[in-house]
């Protein structure tokens, strides 16, 4: 549920982890390892700045497919 105003340059938890094409619980595993910082939001629905989440996509290896 998304319903509140996100504000410029932040990503709520599901767009984050479509961004890097991880599930949410790989994104609350990047937060907990301190690889990803919330900017904002609440508790229950955190918010991650546009700037940190593509820094990480950049530096993942590409997916390769099967």
Do not use: F
Not at 5 to 19: K, S
Not at 22 to 37: D, E, F, M, N
């Amino acid at each position: 549920m998304e319903s509140q105003i996100i504000r410029p340059g932040q990503l709520t938890a599901h767009q984050a982890a479509q961004q890097l094409g991880i599930t949410l619980g790989g994104v609350r595993q990047l937060v907990y390892r301190g690889k990803l910082k919330r900017t904002g939001g609440t508790p229950r629905q955190p918010w991650y700045a546009i700037s940190d989440v593509t820094a990480l996509r950049d530096e993942r290896p590409p997916h390769r497919g099967a």
